[in-house]
Structures are given as structure tokens and as C-alpha cells.
């Protein structure tokens, strides 16, 4: 069960993206893996166009922003961190509240991020609070993933304007929207119909239908009804007058019985089909030589160009809305024709009611909760015992790689869990039972769970999963981080964990076998082959203590230090052990500047120092991207680092230099070149090796 509360005591929030669609922004809300942090939309038409910016807020700092933000930079490369508009979060903030009393759903639509705009969209929360001190006793089912709906604050005639402080109208509409946080619905009617009285100008839209909202809320249906009928009769298309018309429909539902629902002639949605998706083709070649005093190779270790595919179809209907997803693609091998291979990374329909009470996913899929270790071919269903209890079923088949083609019918895997929350506005817990046989083998069975908490300045996050036919902890693994007034920011992170997951199958490892019972056909007995996988499986620890400092609004210093340790290896089986380390420590400092020549470009300076088991090492990193124009981005990049290995008392150095180019050719197509390179001195004991490398990625995204 995943909530969202907006958080009203900051102004930060992190600009995903920027789309051309509302469907796109829709799915990309979807998609983004935050659960207990408001994502929504705004709009605002930038040369003529409108634009959907896909962001999450807020946060009392943009420290705490980034905190956030480093989950998903690899996937969301252009997003940044900005101070948004008191409207917008007021937008956001009032919305959040429209969505728990009314139980309105829209989803989402993931694509990558064009152009820059702003629409206050806000995922439906399972506890009907926020810090704002909105609050309902009708709370309406939670919905399994986040969900959206618009509240436009855009510059289009179709979308709610910004609130100017220094246009008499605008303070007007600033206190009608504080008046609807508080929930004086009175006042806020009062400040709106002065509005109304006014000449037709920028605010009289948003005035309008923000009266026939906080009618609703007071209770007056008939009123509230009267004032968005008379907002479709003045403005009767664009996406601002479906959301009026969704607002009738959701306050005609709930204040039916369900005899008046099913006997009702209002006329519903027609359902329709919606696909959309993305194509991309990158062609990567490496090569890499090693020269010493005696010889001299070379040799090309890629030579490839890789297709891919991702599809998203999704079918609203009345009751239930159906999506399908595929990603996969297929990799040509110019090396080595019998090496080119078809991935299939994700292939699965969803069914979901209108409600998002019950849930299923069919097909190949990944989940990191509830136990299940990754990606897997099977099922999940999910059943809402009420707003605060989740029951899920999970079932499959696991995929050790995409581009494993058939469903691998030997290991199979089922298990049980519950999403328990949101309590106190904060906490989300998730408890499991899950058991995995390979054929007739025990291959796991595990309990465990997930303690989820978030406040504004405060997060932490813990998994357990212990193996009860083992008696093995598996992992154990604990975030956590801490704003304060002064808006430094500190982490904890503590993992100890099985390397890799401790499982049965795990004893063919150099056992010259492919299946487990190969290995006991061998005469290799059970109880053998579950101490082999003990053998095989080591323990490592890692702990990370960092802190991020603000320096001003556009420089920051942050640092951390890594203390790790990798546990021995058994010897059994005819297959050797190997040692483990010692604590190794590693400390990492770093300073990060914004906007440091134009607007949007980023600088990175980064000191690397690393006391290892067998070596010492100092590195340096350089990062940087500064955007030339609207199309044009260039990020160079720089890495050395220097290494006396102590165990064999030579030195290494090496130089890795990088440049990646970015062009959007238009809003749903952009090219991509990335070249770079690394060299290498090896001072042995009796010789000195030089090393060479190159490689090139170049190719293209479209989405459609």
C-alpha cells in the first residue's frame, strides 16, 4: 500500500520532467517509486505550447530535495531541484484534499522529459490528513499505487493561473486559497465571489470552480453543482472543464446509495484504449590494448547495437481499468553472430477496480518487497481488507536474466504478505512469508518485513528477511536520514546481508553442473547440498555515515564515510574457499555548484580516499553539464585515481576522460553520443604494463 501526504512546511520540490502530454505525465506519476511523497502535475505554456511538469514536493530544503532525488537520477538524468511558486503548493495542498473526500482516480503514462512548464496534480493519500490540517472523517478505499488528478496552474486560457502578490486580485485569490487550507469555507467563498464580480479576467475560471468546491465541502451539493454547471456552460472544453465535469460525477457517486448506482441513467465515460510507448537503437563498440616491454595486444571486447522496445497499453473502463507493459529489445553481436540475444525485461497485463481495492498483475515482472528477490514470471493480487490493511498473494516463477527466453519451470516460489498503514501519518509496515523450491528441493523459506517512516526532515527505512529453514539472516538492512533547522541533512545506512541470497540452488556453483539435481544424481545427498550453499554464501557488512552542508542556494558540500567488510568462503565440494577482507574504510568528499555560468548547468568536484584489505587509493572525480541551448546538452566528465596495492607492493594509476552529448530534436525524439576512454600505468615488480581503452555510444530515443 503506498500513501502520499503533501507536506506544506517547505517550498522544494524536484522537477522530474517536463511533457507535452497530460497522458505522459499521468503515466510517468505512475511509474516514479516514491510512497510516502506527494508527485503531481503543473502546466504553463512556454512559446505558445503547453507544457506538463511532472514534480515532487515538498521539501523544506533543497537538501532534503536531493536526498530524494539520487534514487532516481539514473533513470531521470535532467531532472533538477527548484523553489516553487506559495500558489502551486497551495494547488498541490488543495487538491490532496479534493482527492480524499471525493476518491477520484486518473492515472499515469511513464516517457522521458521534454522542454520545461506547470498543473497542481497530487496522488490520492490512504489517510485522509496533511500537515496543512486537511482532514476528512469520510475517508474514501486506498488505492494500491499512487494515482493523479489535475488542479491546473498554468499560463493557458484552458489551465489556473499564478497568483501575482502584486496584482490586487492575485492577494485575493492567495487568501481564498489559505482560507481553503484552514478550511474556513465561508471566507474562501467570500474571496472567490469578489473575484467573480470582477470583469472577466485571469482568475475567474479557478474562482469559479473553486466556489463550487468549497460548497461541496461545506456540504451544500446543490450549490456546489449550480456553480460547476455554470462553469461548463462558460468554459465547456480542455482538460480544466473534464475535471469540473469528473468533480460532478465523483460528488453524484458519493452521495448515491448503491440501489440509486446501479439504477442511475447518468451516462458513463466510454471506455477506450490508450497505447503509447518508445523505441531507441545505440550502437556501443570498445576496444582495449595492453602494452609492456615484450608485447603488445589489442582487441575489441563489444562491438554491438542494441534495439529496444517499451509498449504500454492501458483500457478504462467503468469498473476496472486493464494495462498491459512490454520491455524488452534484442542485441546485435557484430563480434559474434551466435551471441546476439532477445531480452525480455517486462511482459505483464494489470487488472485494477475503480477503487484500487483489488488488484492483479500477470505476466513477467519485478517487485523487491514482500520477499520476492526480483524479477519473476507469475502473479500478484493484492485485496484491501479496509484503508489501513493490504492482503497481498504472490506466485512465479523467478528470471535469474531477461534475456532468459522460457519460463524456467524447475524453481518456483509463493508467498504471502501484508501492506499495514498509513498510521500516524507516517508509518508503513509490510510483513511476509515466502517459500521457493527448486523441483522437490527446499530451495528458501523466509520471513520477514519492512518498517517504512516519513516526516518532513525525517526518513527511515528497514528490511528484514531471516531464512527459517537456514536459521540464516539473509539481510538486514536499515536507511535512514535527518534534516534540521539549520537544513543539514545526515544519513545512516546499515546493510548486512548473504552474498549472494542464501538459497539451495546456490551448491552448484564450480560444481560442473547446471540444475540441482544434477548435483544430486552425482550421489550428492540433500543435507550435502545444503551445506555447500552455506559454504558458498558470504557474509558482507557496510555502513555509510554522510552529511550534506548548504552552502548557499546553489552550492552544497557533502561527504561520507563507508566502513565494509566481505566475509570468508568455505572450502567443500572440491571447490576452495577463498578469504575474506578486513574492515576497509572509504571516505568520500564532494562539492556540488548550480547554475555556476547560465541557468540549468551543474558542477561536480569529487576526492575519493579508500583503505582496502590489499590497497590505498586516492581518486579525483569531475562532473559537469551545461546546457548550450533549449536542444543541446554537454556533460564532460573526469576520473584518476591512484593505488599502491599493499599486498604486492606495486602502483596503478589510471585516467578515465568522458563527454556525453544530448540533442532533442523535437519533444518526443532525441540523439545521444557519448565517447570516453581510459589509460593506465602498472608499475610491477620487475616490468610496467600500460593499458588503452576507447568506447563509443551513439544512437536514439522516440517515444510515441
Known amino acids: 500500500m503506498e500513501s502520499a501526504t503533501i507536506q506544506s512546511s517547505g517550498r522544494y520540490a524536484i522537477h522530474v520532467a517536463s511533457l507535452a502530454s497530460l497522458a505522459d505525465a499521468e503515466t510517468m506519476i505512475k511509474e516514479l517509486p516514491f510512497k510516502s511523497q506527494v508527485a503531481y502535475i503543473t502546466s504553463a505554456v512556454v512559446k505558445g505550447k503547453k507544457w506538463y511538469r511532472v514534480r515532487v514536493g515538498f521539501f523544506p530544503s533543497a537538501r532534503d530535495a536531493e536526498a530524494l532525488a539520487?534514487?532516481?537520477?539514473?533513470?531521470?538524468?535532467?531532472?533538477w531541484i527548484t523553489k516553487v511558486p506559495e500558489t502551486e503548493k497551495l494547488a498541490a495542498i488543495a487538491e490532496v484534499s479534493r482527492i480524499t473526500q471525493s476518491s477520484v482516480t486518473a492515472e499515469t503514462k511513464p516517457q522521458p522529459?521534454?522542454?520545461?512548464?506547470?498543473?497542481?496534480?497530487?496522488?490520492?493519500?490512504?489517510?485522509?490528513?496533511?500537515?496543512?490540517?486537511?482532514?476528512?472523517?469520510?475517508?474514501?478505499?486506498?488505492?494500491?499505487?499512487?494515482?493523479?488528478?489535475?488542479a491546473s496552474s498554468g499560463a493557458s486560457g484552458t489551465s489556473k493561473p499564478a497568483s501575482d502578490s502584486s496584482d490586487p486580485l492575485g492577494q485575493?485569490?492567495?487568501?481564498?486559497?489559505?482560507?481553503?487550507?484552514?478550511?474556513?469555507?465561508?471566507?474562501?467563498?467570500?474571496?472567490?465571489?469578489?473575484?467573480?464580480?470582477?470583469?472577466?479576467?485571469?482568475?475567474?475560471?479557478?474562482?469559479?470552480?473553486?466556489?463550487?468546491?468549497?460548497?461541496?465541502?461545506?456540504?451544500?451539493?446543490?450549490?456546489?453543482?449550480?456553480?460547476?454547471?455554470?462553469?461548463?456552460?462558460?468554459?465547456?472544453?480542455?482538460?480544466?472543464?473534464?475535471?469540473?465535469?469528473?468533480?460532478?460525477?465523483?460528488?453524484?457517486?458519493?452521495?448515491?446509495?448503491?440501489?440509486?448506482?446501479?439504477?442511475?441513467?447518468?451516462?458513463?465515460?466510454?471506455s477506450r484504449w490508450d497505447v503509447y510507448g518508445g523505441v531507441s537503437q545505440f550502437y556501443r563498440r570498445d576496444e582495449f590494448s595492453t602494452e609492456t616491454e615484450d608485447f603488445k595486444t589489442t582487441s575489441v571486447n563489444r562491438d554491438a547495437l542494441s534495439?529496444?522496445?517499451?509498449?504500454?497499453?492501458?483500457?478504462?473502463?467503468?469498473?476496472?481499468?486493464?494495462?498491459?507493459?512490454?520491455?524488452?529489445?534484442?542485441?546485435?553481436?557484430?563480434?559474434?553472430?551466435?551471441?546476439?540475444?532477445?531480452?525480455?525485461?517486462?511482459?505483464?497485463?494489470d487488472f485494477q477496480d475503480k477503487q484500487a481495492s483489488n488488484t492483479l498483475r500477470l505476466g513477467r515482472q519485478s517487485s523487491s518487497s514482500g520477499g520476492v528477490l526480483g524479477r519473476f514470471d507469475g502473479l500478484l493480487a493484492g485485496h484491501s481488507l479496509n484503508e489501513t490493511v493490504k492482503l497481498n498473494l504472490v506466485a512465479g516463477f523467478p528470471?535469474?536474466?531477461?534475456?532468459?527466453?522460457?519460463?524456467?519451470?524447475?524453481?518456483?516460489?509463493?508467498?504471502v504478505n501484508l501492506d499495514l498503514g498509513t498510521f500516524n501519518d507516517a508509518w508503513d509496515y509490510n510483513v511476509f512469508l515466502i517459500e521457493q523450491r527448486n523441483e522437490s528441493i527446499l530451495d528458501r523459506r523466509a520471513v520477514g518485513g519492512e518498517v517504512r517512516y516519513f516526516q518532513p526532515g525525517k526518513t527511515l527505512f528497514t528490511l528484514l528477511d531471516y531464512d527459517i529453514s537456514y536459521n540464516e539472516l539473509n539481510t538486514l538492512f536499515a536507511l535512514g536520514s535527518w534534516t534540521n533547522a539549520k537544513e543539514q541533512t545526515f544519513n545512516l545506512s546499515v546493510d548486512y546481508r548473504n552474498s549472494p541470497v542464501l538459497t539451495t540452488t546456490t551448491a552448484i556453483q564450480s560444481q560442473s553442473v547446471n540444475?540441482?539435481?544434477?548435483?544430486?544424481?552425482?550421489?550428492?545427498?540433500?543435507?550435502?547440498?545444503?551445506?555447500?550453499?552455506?559454504?558458498?554464501?558470504?557474509?558482507?557488512?557496510?555502513?555509510?555515515?554522510?552529511?550534506?552542508?548548504?552552502?548557499?542556494?546553489?552550492?552544497?558540500?557533502?561527504?561520507?564515510?563507508?566502513?565494509?567488510?566481505?566475509?570468508?568462503?568455505?572450502?567443500?565440494?572440491?571447490?576452495?574457499?577463498?578469504?575474506?577482507?578486513?574492515?576497509?574504510?572509504?571516505?568520500?568528499?564532494?562539492?556540488?555548484g548550480n547554475n555556476l555560468i547560465k541557468q540549468g548547468d551543474l558542477g561536480i568536484v569529487g576526492i575519493r580516499l579508500t583503505d582496502a584489505t590489499t590497497s590505498q587509493r586516492i581518486g579525483l572525480t569531475l562532473n559537469s553539464r551545461y546546457p548550450v541551448n533549449e536542444k543541446l546538452r554537454i556533460n564532460p566528465r573526469f576520473q584518476t585515481e591512484y593505488r599502491e596495492n599493499t599486498d604486492d607492493n606495486t602502483s596503478q594509476w589510471y585516467v578515465r576522460p568522458s563527454v556525453r552529448l544530448e540533442y532533442r530534436w523535437t519533444r518526443k525524439t532525441r540523439f545521444e553520443f557519448e565517447t570516453g576512454g581510459e589509460v593506465s600505468n602498472r608499475e610491477l615488480t620487475d616490468d610496467t604494463s600500460e593499458t588503452n581503452s576507447y568506447y563509443i555510444n551513439l544512437g536514439y530515443r522516440h517515444d510515441f
Open 70 to 79: 539520487a534514487s532516481i537520477r539514473s533513470t531521470h538524468p535532467e531532472l
Open 113 to 150: 522529459a521534454p522542454p520545461e512548464s506547470e498543473t497542481a496534480m497530487a496522488p490520492q493519500t490512504t489517510q485522509p490528513t496533511d500537515k496543512a490540517g486537511l482532514t476528512t472523517n469520510d475517508k474514501p478505499p486506498a488505492p494500491s499505487k499512487p494515482v493523479a488528478v489535475i
Open 172 to 270: 485575493i485569490m492567495i487568501r481564498a486559497e489559505q482560507s481553503m487550507i484552514a478550511q474556513e469555507y465561508d471566507r474562501a467563498i467570500q474571496l472567490y465571489t469578489k473575484i467573480l464580480r470582477e470583469p472577466e479576467n485571469q482568475y475567474s475560471r479557478q474562482a469559479l470552480e473553486f466556489t463550487g468546491v468549497a460548497r461541496e465541502r461545506k456540504g451544500q451539493q446543490a450549490q456546489a453543482k449550480a456553480a460547476w454547471d455554470q462553469y461548463l456552460e462558460k468554459y465547456p472544453d480542455g482538460a480544466d472543464a473534464l475535471r469540473v465535469r469528473q468533480r460532478i460525477t465523483a460528488m453524484i457517486t458519493a452521495t448515491e446509495t448503491p440501489t440509486t448506482r446501479t439504477t442511475s441513467t447518468r451516462k458513463a465515460e466510454p
Open 307 to 349: 534495439n529496444d522496445l517499451y509498449l504500454t497499453g492501458r483500457y478504462r473502463g467503468d469498473e476496472y481499468d486493464i494495462r498491459t507493459r512490454f520491455s524488452g529489445g534484442y542485441e546485435e553481436d557484430f563480434l559474434d553472430s551466435t551471441q546476439s540475444e532477445a531480452r525480455i525485461t517486462t511482459m505483464y497485463v
Open 399 to 415: 528470471v535469474e536474466t531477461s534475456t532468459y527466453k522460457e519460463v524456467n519451470l524447475d524453481r518456483w516460489f509463493y508467498g
Open 515 to 592: 540444475t540441482l539435481s544434477e548435483l544430486l544424481a552425482k550421489g550428492i545427498t540433500e543435507d550435502e547440498a545444503r551445506q555447500y550453499a552455506l559454504d558458498r554464501t558470504t557474509r558482507s557488512f557496510t555502513s555509510t555515515l554522510g552529511m550534506v552542508q548548504p552552502i548557499t542556494e546553489d552550492f552544497q558540500l557533502s561527504g561520507d564515510l563507508t566502513v565494509s567488510k566481505q566475509g570468508d568462503s568455505k572450502t567443500s565440494g572440491g571447490v576452495d574457499g577463498f578469504p575474506g577482507t578486513d574492515y576497509e574504510y572509504s571516505l568520500f568528499v564532494q562539492a556540488i
